[in-house]
């Protein structure tokens, strides 16, 4: 028996893709390791998304090449975005790995392991099932896919290129999986794809995303659905209504709305509603209920951008009271259509700068948009014990990984366990965090 490391990097969807690849090889007869010293070979599932994140990957398989050449390790096989994106030179690039695989067909990890090369495979018209995953996060909280691929095309982004066309999975599959976790003691379940909010429309002719809500608020044991990756554009009335209408799903809205001139929406390809629409589509959400949390993920130095334009994106920010706010620098991708715009470019340093501004306001706003819970009584999930009175969570309003946690104060003669959902009584807030005691 062969004992595989597996090292994944970037998003949750990746790690889904990790998780299938180690339940193939466990199926198949090799042993799934967690220390990289005692493998025979040596899985690194990378992520391609921006430049950032090619060389993170990079090094991860420049690293893991070590234990190959001073330790037990006999393969080194790469698979996932990076691989799929660079396939036509992949191993010309990586002398250190002797096979590799892309993200259409996981189970050719299974030739990777014996056989030397990139093992190919054809872009996935339908979602590709795969079963079973080993489960490498807490068994409490996990993530479902819904769909793989993207229909939105925008200016700036490789994903249609590597993860190929918008592919949703049957409603009963993702059902079926969220069962099987509940059975397991999952609390949480966390909805991902590419863009959630089209989900269903290829095979279902329609935005099926509240249907696919409501049969999962069906499953037993399941207390929290939430749902990641929300496309303003094609978030709608039905959607935002389905959210508070629909029992177990969170008042979490994750809109990655990138920039809210109209202009450069344009030259993203993600519309052209605007600064305007944006604010009125946010009173709708916290006209249900004025808790609801607005996350969302901008992006600074887009070529063309002008103070004005900036001053725009900040204003918005203060004024819209964003609970959390990612920035991102605008990262040239190679074969996307950003790249051929004929708009001013922005110097790197530029970009940096105005991420710092944009992410001074942002914080400042979280820490006064928390300042609303104070007070107030709120389930939270334990996931963490510091010491015998001190326990970290999350509360509803937080996604994991991503947002802040729940500082959770007990008194000795009371018992909690990690998982639990208790309620907490809220004290004190810091920029990202709530501080509170157990009631």
Request: charged share 35%; net charge negative.
């Amino acid at each position: 028996m062969q004992n595989i490391y597996l090292y994944s990097l970037g998003c949750e969807k990746n790690t889904v893709d990790g998780e299938h690849i180690l339940a193939i090889l466990n199926k198949n007869g090799f042993k799934v390791v967690n220390n990289p010293e005692e493998a025979d070979v040596i899985v690194i599932n990378t992520c391609a998304f921006i430049e950032d994140s090619k060389k993170e990957s990079i090094d991860a398989i420049f690293d893991h090449s070590m234990y190959k050449k001073y330790g037990k390790c006999k393969r080194l096989i790469v698979s996932g975005c990076m691989s799929e994106r660079y396939k036509d030179n992949f191993l010309d690039m990586f002398k250190e790995v002797d096979s590799a695989i892309g993200i259409h067909d996981l189970e050719k990890i299974l030739t990777a392991v014996e056989k030397d090369g990139f093992h190919d495979a054809e872009n996935n018209k339908e979602y590709k099932e795969y079963g079973d995953r080993v489960n490498t996060g807490s068994d409490y909280s996990v993530y479902i896919r819904i769909s793989d691929g993207c229909h939105a095309n925008c200016s700036f982004c490789a994903i249609p290129s590597i993860r190929g066309k918008h592919r949703s999975r049957k409603i009963e599959e993702i059902v079926k999986e969220a069962e099987n976790y509940a059975k397991k003691g999952a609390k949480e379940i966390n909805l991902i794809a590419q863009e959630t909010t089209f989900y269903g429309y290829d095979i279902y002719s329609k935005l099926a995303l509240p249907d696919l809500l409501k049969e999962l608020s069906k499953v037993e044991g399941i207390e929290w659905i939430r749902v990641l990756y929300q496309n303003p554009v094609v978030l709608n009335d039905e959607i935002i209504d389905a959210f508070f209408n629909t029992d177990k799903v969170v008042p979490y809205f994750d809109i990655p709305l990138q920039h809210v001139d109209k202009e450069i929406l344009k030259d993203m390809n993600r519309g052209t509603r605007g600064y305007k629409f944006y604010r009125e589509m946010i009173d709708k959400i916290r006209s249900y209920d004025k808790n609801a949390v607005i996350r969302t993920s901008l992006i600074v130095g887009f070529p063309g951008e002008t103070k004005e334009s900036f001053k725009k994106l900040l204003k918005f920010v203060r004024k819209a009271e964003l609970d959390r706010v990612g920035v991102f620098t605008y990262s040239e991708e190679e074969n996307t259509k950003a790249l051929t715009l004929n708009k001013p470019k922005i110097s790197r340093h530029t970009k940096m700068m105005l991420r710092e501004k944009l992410m001074k306001e942002a914080i400042e706003v979280s820490e006064r948009r928390l300042e609303r819970f104070i007070g107030q009584t709120i389930d939270v999930l334990i996931e963490k014990k510091e010491d015998d009175d001190k326990f970290i969570g999350r509360s509803k309003y937080d996604a994991p990984e991503v947002d802040g946690y729940v500082e959770v104060y007990i008194e000795n003669d009371k018992k909690i366990n990690i998982g639990d959902i208790v309620k907490v009584n809220i004290t004190h807030n810091t920029e990202y965090d709530l501080i509170g005691n157990l009631v």
